[in-house]
């Protein structure tokens, strides 16, 4: 109850800021608040009907009230603005309506502003501006003049559907086919339409179309026709539906000629969403640029945007390809063109705003990415015959044509044509880009054509490289014609010029006609003419779709060519209506108005998803959207989206919002019944629920509540919408009894409940006062009595009882009923009376008065009335109780003070309505209102006011061009509406109708008639000239009527706008110029925009010709300076025109320049140049003459001829390695030209074209092969030969497999070459072939030689080895044969070696072997139960081979031997103790023991078995006498014999004795061990233990001895080895037992070293000092390159090296190796480095390295040496000479024969950087090279002034001649020295062999040995050049190049081949033939055991180097003998001969 009070507080605070006649909810200014009447208010609902009401309830705040006051606004702030504004809103019919409280009226205008009210535009009861709409008309209905707008369109007109309420015409911009009619358009000759209008804020023309679709159509220049009507027989408007609901007609400055009629605006406008940017349709980009798509919402609340692929996929981004920005713009990075990804980069896209309201979806994007690349346009050779048409076209690459756009063609490269409608004369080139050259003449067939074309992404121009020619033919007799087009359909946008061809080739040239049905199109004026064959609509429109046919005839016939022409609309989307407010239950139907060409698809959206049919949805048609029953889940955005199918997308959208339906109220609570004692408290409380929220009120027997401080009333909202009221009495009184009533109402109706509160006590009555009711209806009261019991209740009036008549009754619950109430019969005083048993009693009376409601006559207005009479009305009141009083309205609203309406009182009954002057606005539904105490009468009548037209927009004259389109507008307005009629005067001066096309489709003569009045003229014609007369009619005279001039102007027009002349030097030319136009025409000629000058040789003729003037300009005695293009100007009062004539003054072409050789081919040259100055005459052909230079096979000299677009040219069939010289000229009609300057070339090497002849192959060696040949024939190597690819395979192999080839360098190219080759299969049969290779190649192979390798050692054991066992003394072993591939020779015998296995110790006891020829041998006198390894080895002609591995094979079991050694010991006086120890030989498993023994002499044995596991019995009740006892071993075979005999005697002194027998015992280190010692003895012996005969001492932490006398070792180690005794001792003797104790330990850790490498490999090998006393079981190695992973092998237990392959060349390598036995694992070794072989590559020197010729250099990157690991990769750089920085070429570059580094400048030098890179490490070599200039010869070897055509044979050379010969007596000493050496050298163990499982074999040494002859040869040594060297010693000779000469057991550093000898310098010539030399080319070499780890070894490279080498070597007394070989330093060869044999002295030093 509380909270009531700050509720009133606000309310009156809320009521001092009203008005006083405010109306607010029931409160006004003056209207005092109290808790009852805030109580009994309605409640607020802020509900979107009431957007700016507020919840007034007793629990509102104060702050909530305050944020509701001012709710008109998007910004809540920006009312504080205008602090007197307090705008309310209310419910009047649907419609909120805006009250204005402001302080001061006057400031209305002021404060409504589109900044307070954004979303009210033009229509409100107030005037107002608009930022939007600069020039707003509020166009009304009660608007009669519009003061705003000076034009102002009243635009109404009746309403089928109901013609008491006018409605509007709707006006739109929506369509985008917009014509400006303003002066602004220039004239343009191609579209010559310019209309002029007089108020540019006011357009002349309006089009009407469906009052469903308001969308105007604006006349535009590109869209002269607007779209025709959907339904003609639907008048064209929009229907006031709601008279609440006006409609704006918006101006708006984005569209500023064109007028809007719209809706108003939502009643909610802060609820919104819209895109203010959407993306596009298509969005094209290259890789290079990237893209952003904006998408840009706006609403409120703020939308959110978001991304979604077209299936809807939430978009995610992609680094680097695809971004979503904050501002949800879509971006599209730049990419390499790697990255392209069709996923992303060819897809649609969709962008999504959402809010609350829901989601709409932009248009699609269609997202296309293009890499950027080259791309060629090309156009091709016409064959045309003369006469006719000449098409050519540019072809573009078919994937990217839709990016690329021709924009002209070049002529001769010099004349430009461009696009062009009417053609340029004898050229005409389409929109679409194809180049027409019409009536081709023999001239033409000179001209060449190049196309250009537009990359619009890159935007760039693209030249076609070649041109294209005419090729005129002159047929012999008539060809009938035949059409080159094929006709079809063509689909071109309305307002755009399209170009249909019709091209036919005959004899003679056809004419041409066009046809659309049977009328003849094309001819003079109009919008469509013909311009060669091809006809050509100059702005298509819809009138212009239909079938074409073109004719082409000739008089040998005739051809048809048919194509249908489709005119498309823009497409265009509205969804009708555009918001629906609906309740749950009820029904939705949405339509979608789609306008347009080729629509495709029609699909429905909601909230972004589509919507399909089905259930509740229908679809049909698809246009229409219909739902039921609605659910308030269908609230939401729907939008209707449409696709064309070209692609084209428009989508609309509506805003439904379905609310719960309106229920009644429902009490889910009520109070009861009660009946109580005066003096408790009560509280009656309702509950009630509803849609809208229902109002409670109270009742106590029908009359209001009793003001008592005791009884309080309440009523709020629950959370969950329920109305919860209360009554609260304190107290309770007997007053305040009776029946209460709570009510609970809404607008869809009420409920009512009642019960009694009984308070015991007397009857009480409460006064009832004065009570009215009205004549003629029912009147009800109660009787309010209090008390309880009561009796009787009566009512009587003037003290007569009731009732006394029928119409009164009086119920049982003590109300009264009087029906039909009549005045002066039922009025008076009535008395109530209560009493109860007891004869107590309470009355009261009640005054009835009884009143009369007005009753009203009939309202009329006088029928036809007209605008300017007066009408009046009268609103009579027949009866009714006074004062009576009166109100008009109209059309449901207050009548408008403007309007000019007159109303007055004549007296009590009677008000009139007088309108002086009526006029349209006045027309409407008038109604008077007549209200008294009683009730309230209202009658209704219609004015119609018939208003004669008035202009709207009034026809003027007007003017346009020949061939133009013309818009007269003629907007008339007028009640009923006026009808337009266009008339024309007829020659006979009457003026008949033109014709009515209301589509706007111009009709007979192009003219047409629009709906909206409007005379369309489609083309305008001469025959259009003339008069017209626009009569506007609506049958309220006087009409309206105007007569207009219509002009045709024909402005200047040439026949031919270009032409073209061509003559000779000193010839006369003459240039026509004739045109066409209206007079007077000027004609005047310019040249180079400045007027001719009069000169001697120019005169000038006019003349009048047909349709026009004609001049003519003479040019006598033409001159080069003559060519150009003189300018002929036409000029009229419409119009200039001018026309472009090229005159062409031609002579011989110049020479033509900059030729150079762009290729070098072996049989052919590629030579450019650059085309001369033609001479104004077309370049005919060019003459090449090729020249070549003496040489042998070098030919003669040609010329060739090739085209005039031709600026290259290939000279075939030449010779390789050849000079030729080269010139060029150029010819025309007039001549040939001079020659350019003669250029030299060069052409390349070719591979040779024979095979080398007479080759040889013999067998040296199990793995080699001798091969020797001759070169090829002189006239075949093409070149300078390098070397040769020595190719062999395996013969009968698989005939797929090739040859495997090697390279030999460094040989000569005449006599006999040999090479050695290695490395192959021991006997094996070969195929060899053998080609030969220059700089370019290989040759042809030799016919394959045949030959043999010699035997070898098989190099695999036997397979399948298998033994069984036949009886327990033999084996037979079964093997099968080593594979074909490993027997190396045919096998001869085999060897079995078989020895028993013992694996706890380290030698193979019996050892022996058996040689067999088979496959079978059979081992006998085995021992039985033995396992026996055995091993197989194949031998052959070279010796045994590998050897299988060992198999372990079992005889069979035998019978035990006897028992080793048997003891017996007395245990007592009849007991004894016997033990035995197992057989040596148990022949097999023991199955049992068996003792024997017996008495004395006695014949009786007993026995007694013994499981196999105990070795001792106990034998009891024996008698005193001497017994016998022996003991037996059993297998599975039998009983063994006996064992000797023992002899025991019982007795009853027991001396100590022990049973335990010793024996050798071996356990491994580490283990726990027990030795047994059991005794027996009485008394008990004493027991001791020795080791070694040292007493064992109890305090040894590992040894404890048990109480049965047994020693445990713990842990035993290998100093616990050795012998323990065990004595027992008692009174009566000793006795004692001993053991040999063996201790197994793990091995000792391995000496490791590196014992050989190679490129790939390492092979190591280890010793172990200490196996653990059993043989090793296998080894571990470890290795790893440095930085790598380590890498485990295992080893058999029986090797001791290990070669580990596929080695990283030239790196370090880890090794360690670690062996294990059966005890466990040694320590690791020690860690070993080695170095595979291999070095860094090797640079070759300039000459063999590079060659250039002007414009590039070739690299010949196979001349680079290895250093033995392969090369990767080079890195290529260069400079000029004269800069610093570095060119980067390529970092990776990939080992080929040759690369060619191309772009270089001729006659220039350059630095040259190469690195090559391999395993090993990179090396950098620098060379300097020149380019030669252009007609120089290039240098060969690339160094500048440098390269003989023909060197010198090197042995004339002194500066070789002499080193040579002193070499060769250095040689002789040192080979001397070397022999002395050798003799004292001690013999080093040859090499081992590795075989494939990585062991060596010994018995390979002898192969080894022959591979180890190897001989080498070096090139000739060749003049020293002048070139760089790079820091390292390239001069020197490095190891790996270096072999001996002899034969020996060792080899230099370096396993890997040796590098190819450099060829010589290349020259281009033939090679000189040079002596052979002794020498041969080593191909393989295998490494031996001590070339370990040194691969790099360091050679001396000064004197004092090598003399400290002799010295060191001398310190080790070993002679070092250097004399002489100071003086060979100099020379390469002495280098040489010093350094073989500085390394022969170190091997000699070692030995």
Not at 294 to 304: K, N, T
Not at 1009 to 1036: D, I
Not at 1611 to 1621: K, L, N
Not at 1674 to 1688: C, I, K, M
């Amino acid at each position: 109850m509380q909270n009531a009070v700050p509720g009133h507080e606000i309310a009156n605070a809320f009521m001092s800021i009203l008005p006083g006649d405010a109306d607010v909810g029931g409160l006004t200014r003056d209207s005092t608040v109290s808790r009852n009447t805030l109580d009994s208010q309605r409640p607020f609902r802020h509900t979107q009907d009431y957007p700016g009401s507020f919840p007034f309830t007793q629990n509102t705040a104060i702050t909530q009230i305050a944020q509701h006051l001012l709710p008109f606004t998007q910004d809540p702030g920006s009312n504080y603005e205008h602090p007197r504004v307090r705008p309310l809103i209310q419910d009047t019919q649907g419609m909120p309506r805006v009250l204005s409280l402001v302080q001061d009226p006057e400031d209305t205008q002021d404060l409504f502003k589109t900044s307070d009210f954004p979303s009210f535009q033009s229509l409100s009861q107030y005037k107002h501006e608009s930022r939007d709409t600069p020039r707003a008309l509020s166009l009304t209905q009660d608007n009669l003049r519009f003061q705003d707008s000076p034009l102002a369109l009243p635009l109404i007109q009746d309403n089928p559907g109901n013609q008491d309420i006018p409605i509007a015409l709707p006006f739109t911009h929506d369509n985008p086919a917009v014509l400006p009619l303003n002066e602004d358009n220039p004239r343009d000759q191609d579209s010559p339409l310019a209309l002029s209008r007089r108020d540019q804020d006011t357009p002349p023309a309006l089009s009407l179309r469906d009052q469903d679709t308001p969308l105007a159509f604006p006349l535009t220049q590109e869209s002269p026709q607007p779209l025709p009507p959907r339904d003609l027989d639907t008048p064209l408007a929009l229907p006031l539906r709601d008279q609440d609901t006006p409609l704006t007609l918006s101006l708006t400055q984005n569209a500023p000629r064109a007028l809007s009629l719209a809706p108003a605006p939502s009643p909610d406008p802060h609820q919104r969403l819209g895109f203010v940017s959407e993306p596009p349709r298509h969005l094209h980009f290259t890789n290079s640029s990237g893209a952003v798509v904006d998408c840009v919402a706006e609403g409120s609340p703020r939308p959110s945007v978001t991304w979604t692929h077209v299936d809807g996929r939430p978009l995610e981004e992609v680094p680097g390809l695809l971004t979503l920005a904050r501002n949800g713009s879509l971006v599209f990075p730049p990419f390499p063109s790697h990255r392209y990804d069709t996923r992303l980069h060819s897809a649609t896209y969709t962008c999504r705003a959402s809010s609350h309201l829901g989601t709409l979806i932009a248009t699609p994007t269609i997202v296309r990415a293009v890499v950027v690349g080259q791309f060629r346009v090309q156009v091709y050779d016409q064959l045309v015959m003369v006469g006719n048409t000449a098409v050519l076209r540019c072809v573009v690459p078919s994937f990217l044509r839709e990016y690329v756009t021709v924009t002209s063609w070049l002529l001769d490269d010099s004349l430009h044509l461009y696009p062009s409608l009417h053609g340029d004369g004898k050229y005409h080139v389409t929109e679409s880009g194809e180049l027409h050259v019409l009536e081709v003449t023999l001239g033409d067939g000179h001209s060449r054509f190049r196309c250009r074309a537009l990359h619009r992404l890159t935007s760039q121009s693209h030249l076609s490289p070649t041109p294209a020619k005419i090729i005129v033919t002159e047929p012999q007799g008539a060809v009938a014609p035949q059409m080159s087009e094929g006709g079809g359909r063509v689909v071109v946008a309305g307002g755009s010029p399209v170009t249909l061809p019709c091209v036919a080739h005959g004899h003679p040239p056809p004419s041409y006609t066009w046809f659309r049905g049977g009328e003849v199109v094309g001819g003079e004026g109009g919008g469509v003419w013909v311009v060669g064959g091809s006809l050509v609509v100059g702005g298509a429109s819809q009138a212009d779709t239909g079938h074409y046919t073109c004719l082409a005839n000739n008089t040998a016939g005739q051809a048809r060519m048919s194509v249908h022409l489709l005119v498309t609309q823009p497409l265009a989307v509205q969804v009708r209506p555009r918001q629906i407010e609906a309740e749950a239950g009820g029904h939705l139907e949405l339509r979608c108005l789609v306008s347009g060409s080729l629509v495709e698809s029609v699909k429905w959206y909601k909230d972004g998803s589509e919507v399909r049919p089905g259930g509740r949805v229908t679809l049909r048609p698809r246009e229409t959207l219909r739902m039921e029953p609605l659910a308030t889940s269908d609230s939401g955005l729907y939008q209707c989206a449409a696709t064309t199918h070209g692609g084209h997308y428009a989508h609309d959208h509506a805003r439904v919002v379905v609310a719960q339906g309106a229920a009644p109220p429902e009490l889910l609570y009520r109070f009861i019944e009660q009946t109580l004692q005066p003096g408790p408290a009560v509280s009656l409380k309702c509950i009630a629920a509803g849609t809208p929220t229902p109002h409670i009120t109270w009742l106590l027997d029908g009359f209001a509540l009793p003001h008592s401080h005791r009884l309080v009333k309440g009523q709020y909202v629950s959370a969950q919408g329920d109305v919860i009221s209360h009554v609260n009495i304190s107290a309770v009184h007997v007053s305040d009894g009776g029946t209460y009533s709570c009510t609970a109402e809404n607008s869809a109706g009420k409920v009512v409940h009642s019960a009694r509160l009984n308070v015991y006590g007397p009857p009480q009555v409460r006064p009832m006062g004065q009570v009215a009711a009205v004549a003629g209806q029912t009147f009800t009261v109660t009787c309010p009595a209090a008390g309880h019991p009561i009796h009787t209740i009566t009512w009587s009036k003037d003290g007569s009882q009731l009732p006394r008549s029928h119409r009164q009754r009086v119920l049982s619950n003590g109300t009264l009923v009087v029906e039909q109430v009549t005045r002066g019969v039922d009025d008076g005083t009535y008395s109530c009376t209560a009493a109860a048993r007891g004869g107590r009693s309470d009355s009261q009376t009640l005054q009835l008065r009884v009143l009369v409601p007005p009753r009203l006559a009939p309202l009329n207005f006088p029928v036809g009335t007209r605008s300017g009479m007066q009408a009046r009305a009268t609103c009579l009141v027949q009866e009714g109780d006074q004062p009576v009083t009166y109100s008009w309205s109209k059309d449901g609203r207050p009548l408008d003070a403007r309007l000019g309406v007159r109303t007055s009182q004549l007296d009590a009954f009677t008000s009139i309505l007088v309108i002086e002057q009526a006029a349209a606005a006045h027309s409407g539904n008038y109604s008077c209102t007549a209200s008294n105490a009683a009730a309230t009468a209202t009658t209704t009548a219609r004015l119609t006011v018939r208003v004669p037209p008035t202009w709207v927009v009034e026809p003027s004259s007007a003017s346009v061009a020949l061939g133009g389109s013309l818009a007269l507008p003629c907007l008339a307005t007028g009640f009923p509406d006026p009808v337009t009629t266009w008339r024309r005067q007829a020659a006979s001066g009457e003026f008949v109708d033109v014709g009515n096309s209301g589509g706007g489709v111009a009709g007979e003569g192009g003219l047409a008639q629009w709906q909206n009045g409007t005379l369309w003229v489609g083309r305008a014609a001469r025959g259009h000239e003339g008069r017209y007369l626009c009569e506007a009619n609506n049958g309220v005279p006087p009409g309206l009527s105007q007569l207009v001039d219509l002009t045709v102007n024909e402005p200047p027009w040439f026949r031919a706008v270009k032409q073209r002349q061509e003559v000779r030097v000193g010839a006369s030319a003459t240039l026509t110029c004739h045109a066409n136009g209206d007079a007077p025409l000027t004609l005047t000629w310019t040249r180079d925009s400045v007027p001719l000058s009069p000169q001697p040789r120019y005169y000038k003729r006019e003349s009048e010709g047909q349709g026009g003037r004609v001049t003519k300009l003479v040019v006598s005695e033409a001159r080069l300076a003559d060519s150009g293009t003189f300018v002929c100007t036409a000029t009229n009062p419409h119009g200039t025109r001018t026309a472009h004539l090229h005159l062409l003054v031609q002579d011989v072409p110049g020479p033509p320049s900059g030729m150079r050789v762009e290729e070098e081919g072996p049989r052919h040259l590629s030579v450019t140049w650059t085309p001369p100055q033609d001479s104004n005459a077309p370049i005919t052909a060019y003459i090449v003459t090729l020249e070549p230079q003496p040489g042998p096979g070098a030919g003669a000299g040609r010329e060739e001829r090739v085209g005039s677009g031709e600026r290259r040219i290939r000279l075939g069939s030449l010779h390789p390695a050849t000079h030729y010289g080269v010139r060029v000229a150029a010819e025309n009609r007039v001549g040939r030209g001079q020659a350019s300057p003669t250029v030299s070339a060069t052409t390349q090497e070719e591979p040779p074209s024979a095979p080398p002849r007479a080759v040889t192959v013999v067998g040296v060696a199990p793995r080699a092969l001798q091969v020797s040949w001759e070169p090829p024939p002189h006239n075949t190597t093409n070149g300078l030969l390098l070397g040769y690819h020595l190719g062999y395979k395996l013969l009968g192999g698989d005939e797929s497999v090739g040859y495997n080839f090697s390279r030999v360098v460094g040989v000569e190219g005449s006599g006999v070459n040999n090479a050695r080759l290695a490395g192959l299969h021991p006997h094996t049969r070969y195929s060899v072939v053998l080609r030969a290779f220059n700089s370019k190649g290989a040759g042809p192979p030799s016919n394959p030689a045949l030959a043999t390798t010699l035997q070898d050692k098989p190099s695999a054991a036997p397979g399948d080895v298998r033994c069984s066992s036949q009886t327990s003394t033999s084996l037979v072993v079964t093997w099968n044969p080593p594979p074909p591939a490993y027997r190396n020779g045919d096998i001869t015998s085999y060897r079995v070696a078989y020895w028993q296995e013992n694996t706890l110790s380290e030698y193979k006891a019996g050892g022996s072997g058996v040689m067999t020829e088979g496959q079978q041998v059979t081992l006998k006198g085995l021992q039985p139960w033995t396992n026996y390894s055995v091993t197989v080895a194949a031998s052959n002609g070279a010796g045994q081979g590998v050897t299988s591995s060992p198999l372990t094979c079992t005889t069979q079991q035998d019978v035990p031997e006897a028992p080793a050694v048997v003891k017996v010991v007395v245990s007592g006086p009849r007991a004894v103790v016997v033990s035995w120890t197992p057989p040596s030989r148990p022949n097999g498993r023991i199955t049992r023991y068996t003792v024997h023994w017996r008495a004395g002499g006695g014949s009786g044995t007993h026995t007694r078995r013994v499981d196999p596991q105990l070795t001792h019995l106990a034998l009891h009740d024996l008698t005193l006498t001497t017994h016998q006892v022996w003991v037996t071993a059993a297998t599975s075979e039998g009983e063994g014999p006996a064992s000797s005999t023992v002899l025991v005697k019982p007795s009853h002194i027991v001396p100590a004795g022990v049973w335990s027998l010793g024996r050798n015992v071996t356990a491994a280190w580490g283990e726990d061990l027990s030795l047994a010692c059991g005794t027996v003895g009485v008394p008990e012996p004493d027991l001791s233990w020795t080791h070694q005969g040292a007493p064992l001492l109890p305090s040894h932490p590992r040894v404890v001895v048990q109480q049965d006398g047994t020693l445990s070792l713990s842990e035993v180690q290998r100093s616990d080895g050795g012998h323990y005794t065990c004595t027992a001792t008692n009174r009566h003797g000793r006795d004692s037992v001993a053991y040999a104790l063996t201790i197994l330990v793990p091995p000792s850790p391995p000496s490791l070293h590196v014992t050989e490498t190679t490129a790939s490999s390492i092979r190591v090998q280890w010793s172990v000092r200490d196996t653990g006393g059993i043989p090793l079981l296998g080894a571990t190695l470890h290795y790893r390159s440095v930085g790598g992973q380590w890498v485990e092998a295992q080893v058999n237990g029986d090797d001791r090296t290990f070669t580990a392959q596929n080695l990283r060349c030239g790196s370090l390598h880890h090794f360690y190796v670690t062996v294990h036995n059966h005890v466990g694992r040694s320590e690791p070794s020690r860690t070993e480095i080695a170095r595979t072989k291999g070095r860094p590559p090797q640079a070759p020197p300039q000459f063999q390295f590079v060659t250039t010729n002007s414009s590039q250099a070739t690299l010949y990157l196979s001349q680079w040496a290895d250093g033995g690991c392969p090369i990767t990769h080079f890195s290529v750089e260069y400079r000029r000479g004269s800069t610093d920085s570095w060119t980067t070429v390529s970092s990776e570059v990939r080992p080929a024969r040759t690369y060619t580094l191309s772009g270089l400048d001729a006659g220039t030098s350059y630095q040259l950087q190469v690195a090559a890179h391999n395993a090993a490490g990179a090396t950098p070599a620098h060379y300097t090279i020149s380019t030669p200039a252009y007609g120089h010869p290039g240098k060969s070897p690339g160094i500048a002034g440098v390269g003989p055509a023909s060197p010198p044979s090197a042995w004339q050379d002194p500066r070789v001649l002499v080193p040579a010969t002193v070499s060769g007596l250095a040689l002789l000493l040192t080979l001397t020295t070397i022999c002395v050496c050798l003799r004292k050298r001690v013999p080093s163990r040859p090499p081992q062999k590795i075989t494939q499982d990585g062991k060596s074999s010994e018995s390979e040494k002898a192969g080894v040995q022959e591979e180890l002859y190897t001989t080498v040869r070096r090139p000739a040594p060749t003049p020293p050049r002048h070139h760089h060297h790079n820091a390292t010693d390239q001069n020197d000779y490095s190891s790996e190049e270096l072999y001996h000469y002899a034969a020996a057991s060792y080899q230099l550093d370096g396993g890997s081949p040796p590098p190819p000898a450099p060829p010589s310098p290349p020259n281009h010539v033939l090679p000189q033939s040079r002596p052979q030399k002794a020498f041969t080319a080593l191909i393989y070499q295998p490494p031996s055991l001590h070339d370990v780890d040194s691969p790099n070894t360091n050679r001396p490279t000064n004197m004092e180097h090598i003399m400290e080498h002799c010295t060191t070597h001398a310190s080790q007394r070993r002679r070092c003998n250097i004399n002489g070989l100071r003086n060979l330093w100099d020379s390469p060869v002495g280098k040489v001969v010093y350094l073989q044999s500085v390394d022969l002295f170190k091997q000699a030093g070692r030995a």
